[in-house]
């Protein structure tokens, strides 16, 4: 049984050469926001036993569902920087993460006020592949004193280790959808299976 | 009488030099989403003659804003990016635009797919001083043969040019905030009133 994440991947996600999946027409680029609800919705339930003070994602993509998650928590929102801005006061937690996407290497910046010791951080992003960025999180929350009280991660490339890896450290990473392959010249994509 | 949002700014708000407004506690680093609810109802109340299929916004502080719209909409939304990705495809609108708070140039840009002819496309953004990203915007709008519905604009810095020449060209913009100076000895902020 498929659920309604995995449902929409095959019918509006595009599977491109590299294995890239393209899901701009609803996720990262336009924005069904009924569907980030719906994911928000989950994220709830699969959290539900876990404290959540704030909910902490990295520009660009993650921000709108973040944003939703943050509506549905009840909590507030706080996104990471990709680049020093002169807007940002000196205290910040910051950390070098790599981007597959853009293969570049960009500091990521967090206000060092805005995370408090012992505060219980959700984590949350749209794709996870080698992980990179989701380390960088992690490492800002630790930098805080703060504890990481889950991974919510919408489209994971099982293909790709940083599953492995968050998971071999002991958190609690949910993906709502986790592709186990995809063939660019038959437009399939297989989904992980418990 | 102050309304919502201008209370907020008053009370979180911080002045700092060189006519900077440092709303990062509650409206583009850390998000309070409550406030970015009661935003886009007011924006619903001030367009609400305007017939609105999409909302477009800019990465990345737009973005959360942009969504709570587009929920209260009921539409989708779209964030146009500020450099070429290799996961949006060849088709694009795009446009330079230079960066205020950077002191850089971007090419900003949005898959062509995502605007349609004659489509009503409702323009919201956090902040508007010198007009730049917003004009950037309204030009890939007309790129697409599509209508501005109106523009939305949470903090307008009133004694920047950018509102008066969004204004002289005949958009209906609406700030919900517009400051007509600050002090960044006293810390005081000053609005405009009509």
Do not use: W
């Amino acid at each position: 049984m498929m659920n309604f994440l995995e449902k929409r991947i095959l019918k509006d996600g595009v599977v491109a050469k590299g294995n890239v999946l393209k899901v701009d027409s609803f996720l990262n680029h336009q924005m069904d926001v009924e569907l980030l609800e719906d994911i928000a919705k989950e994220f709830k339930e699969r959290f539900k036993t876990q404290k959540v003070d704030k909910i902490l994602t990295i520009e660009s993509s993650g921000i709108g569902i973040a944003c939703m998650c943050a509506k549905e928590f009840g909590v507030p929102m706080l996104f990471a920087k990709k680049s020093k801005s002169i807007n940002i006061e000196g205290d910040v937690l910051s950390v070098e993460v790599e981007s597959f996407t853009h293969k570049t290497v960009n500091q990521v910046i967090v206000s060092k006020k805005f995370i408090r010791p012992q505060e219980n951080i959700l984590i949350i992003d749209d794709f996870l592949a080698n992980g990179c960025a989701l380390q960088g999180l992690i490492s800002i929350v630790q930098q805080a004193d703060a504890k990481v009280a889950g991974i919510g991660i919408v489209i994971e490339k099982g293909f790709q280790n940083g599953g492995k890896i968050i998971r071999n450290l002991g958190y609690q990473l949910e993906s709502l959808a986790i592709i186990e392959s995809m063939d660019d010249q038959t437009g399939e994509i297989f989904f992980h299976k418990d």
